[in-house]
């Protein structure tokens, strides 16, 4: 039995000793390296926070004491000395959540995981246990260096220094790290703490000297090093930078000294008001092929070789974000008034590869998406055209600037949108559902959502051509797959992708769920539904030819891979009431509710947007409206005869219901 097998909660830590404390700081490295090897996940910066939140969890006592975490992918370690081991099901349907969740745990608070957030919860959960009369109560926000990068959290440092009083303490986890390196002015602050000479050499030096009188010497070294800290933040300035907010600083502490760590932590949670532990830790720590990873040391990872890194389950082909990177390039290269903008995600969102090509054409602004986009539209004003790479679920982050710096002001912005759609275990706040009914509304705006690689890089070339208004190019995760050639390319752009001589359901697939209306229209024509399937391209504004072929089919179905409500198939409804076209609309699309971790497929059945159940409802309706039925000929249609039976069943029961 290990140590591990014996942590049920928190306080079963209060008994190990030291030396316990360290093996077991060891075991759980070594579980999260199995673990989430088979299953994918945040391996490396949960592999920087072992000590940290051991002792964290020591000093506090969660969940009397609020534990906060920003983003909260630095979760695991939390989740395993809160009693949950069983990681076997990890980012998986109805397993353990990739991040904190109130459903499986009374000790995990946020879930949203979107950064630099946490400072505001913690500024307001502070401020109701002062006015409830839970004075006894500590509050404990873990926030990444990386997340300083945000305003929001400057906007919370501001108001949590209007008061002193509260018990709030604040963990800088400082690995010079977000997604990659952490980039700006903040950055290098922390980062000349980290290694400036004289603080270094004053540490290693006064190791040294202690250490000389043995284990005494040794005792006494750590006894005196928070007095040390305080003597050595003169010659960092460090301290200067926080005591000017009125909060008060302690630090820089080694994170993965658990005793330092438990010392430090002691005096903050007693101090009686908001301090500051500015923790150093590294990053995929004991694990030497994240150490050696440098381009974001496993900051994510899906299944791999434990012992070597290596993945297991590398995509079969280019992904979206590979021919996106490589479509910008080679516009970059015969349009020098390109320039790239992205939050904190240069790799992820495939843009390092311009930055590699064009350096100073492409600006990494930290986790900072509001400043991203208004700072484009200057680049705009300047003359330059700006293309801002983000994930689809963070665009949420700067609609504000997106409808009054660039829609407002006219402004040639193209926005990529990575990660479009469901994307799977990663939850509820990774999926980025929200873009098409967001950004629709903003005057001026088009929006392309391409099927394959070869219409993004048409798309893309496109949307830069435009200079006078936002352009927006969304795209899913994942491997782009096969190219889906066009019947015929209409006069507005529009493809069609399939004509039947029975002109029943017109059916509108929006970007990659183009194939999916394929499948749709092949099972509707086996049962003698014409059907007519065209790829819009560009989704916003509606094209007039998606008007028109509408007029002259009975039904049209529209296929979205974001939320129905306000969506695509909305606008479409509206302009055809507005050409005073009433053929009926039926808006397929994802619910208007938070959808948990799965993986893209599970979640797509079960929200009902498979060929099958899109299909059955399709004949249902098909039945409603009396549009003659052929039943093919036995065996014409193996594997999808049940369809007309299932829409019998179906329209019977809402028969009887009436």
């Known amino acids: ?36 090897s088979r299953t994918g996940g945040h391996l ?48 998986q349907k109805g397993g353990l959540a990739g991040y904190p969740q109130r459903a499986e745990s009374e000790h995990d608070i946020v879930e949203s995981s979107h950064a630099s957030s946490s400072l505001s919860w913690a500024d307001g959960i502070s401020r109701a246990f002062t006015m409830t009369g839970q004075d006894d109560r500590t509050v404990v926000a873990v926030v990444g260096d990386g997340a300083l990068t945000g305003g929001m959290t400057w906007e919370a440092l501001n108001n949590i220094s209007d008061d002193n009083t509260r018990r709030l303490v ?143 389950d590398a995509g079969t082909g280019p992904s979206w974000t590979d021919v996106f990177g490589d479509s910008l390039v080679r516009l970059a290269g015969s349009n020098e008034r390109l320039v790239g903008i992205t939050a904190a995600m240069l790799r992820p969102t495939g843009l390092h590869r311009m930055a590699e090509r064009f350096p100073a054409r492409v600006f990494d602004v930290g986790i900072a ?44 912005v193209t926005f990529v ?3 479009a759609g469901v994307t799977g275990p990663d939850g509820p706040s990774h999926h980025g559902v929200w873009d098409l009914a967001l950004l629709q509304a903003v005057p001026g705006i ?29 795209f899913p995760k994942g491997d782009v797959g096969e190219d889906i050639p066009a019947l015929e390319r209409l006069h507005d752009g529009v493809d069609v992708l399939a004509r039947s001589d029975r002109r029943d359901v017109l059916i509108v697939g929006v970007g990659p769920f183009a ?35 509408a007029a002259g089919h009975r039904l049209v179905i529209t296929l979205e891979d974001g939320i129905r409500v306000g969506g695509i198939g909305t606008r479409v409804r509206q302009d055809l009431r507005a050409a005073g076209i009433d053929t009926a609309v039926d808006e397929l699309g994802l619910p208007d509710r938070f959808l948990a971790h799965a993986s893209r497929g599970e979640i797509l059945e079960d929200v009902g947007l498979t060929a099958k159940s899109i299909a059955r409802g399709v004949v249902s309706q098909v039945l409603g409206t009396r549009i003659p039925v ?20 179906a329209r019977s029961s809402d028969d009887d219901s009436r």
């Open 515 to 549: 194939r999916l209306a394929l499948d749709v229209a092949a099972l509707l024509e086996a049962h003698g539904i014409g059907a007519t399937v065209v790829d819009p391209r560009w989704v916003i504004p509606v094209p007039a030819s998606v008007v028109e072929l």
């Open 170 to 312: 604040l963990i800088v986890n400082d690995n010079g790290r977000s997604y990659a390196p952490t980039i700006g002015g903040m950055a290098r602050f922390l980062n000349d703490v980290r290694v400036r000479k004289t603080y270094q050499s004053l540490h290693r030096s006064s190791e040294q000297v202690f250490s000389r009188f043995g284990p005494p010497g040794r005792a006494i070294y750590r006894g005196v090093r928070g007095g040390a800290h305080g003597f050595l933040s003169r010659f960092t300035n460090n301290e200067a930078l926080y005591s000017n907010l009125d909060i008060k600083y302690l630090g820089p502490v080694d994170g993965h000294d658990l005793q330092a760590l438990e010392e430090v932590l002691q005096h903050a949670r007693d101090y009686g008001g908001p301090v500051i532990v500015h923790a150093i830790t590294e990053k995929g720590r004991g694990y030497e092929p994240a150490r050696r990873d440098v381009a974001d040391q496993f900051h994510a990872v899906g299944k791999i070789d434990p012992e070597t890194g290596e993945p297991l």
């Open 1 to 36: 039995m290990t140590l591990l097998d014996g942590i049920d909660g928190p306080r079963d830590l209060d008994a190990l000793n030291p030396r316990q404390l360290e093996e077991l700081a060891r075991e759980i490295r070594r579980f999260l390296v199995a673990e989430v």
């Open 630 to 649: 052929a039943r093919p000929l036995d065996g014409e249609a193996t594997g999808h005869d049940d369809l007309l039976a299932d829409a019998d069943r």
């Open 44 to 91: 490396g910066p949960n592999l920087g926070v072992v000590e940290l939140s051991i002792a964290m969890h020591r000093v506090f006592h969660s969940p009397q004491d609020a534990i906060v975490f920003d983003t909260g992918h630095q979760s695991y370690v939390h989740k395993l000395l809160t009693g949950r081991r069983d990681f076997s099901t990890l980012r």
């Open 369 to 412: 998406e509001q400043h991203a986009v208004t700072s484009a539209a200057g680049l705009a004003f300047g003359g330059l055209h700006p293309v801002v790479a983000l994930y689809a679920t963070f665009v949420n982050r700067a609609f504000d600037q997106v409808l009054m710096d660039v829609a407002l002001h006219g402004a040639g």
């Open 446 to 474: 088009r929006i392309a959502a391409p099927r394959d690689g070869t219409r993004l890089t048409e798309e893309l070339g496109e949307a830069v051509a435009v200079d006078d208004a936002p352009t927006v190019l969304r």
């Open 417 to 419: 949108l990575d990660r």
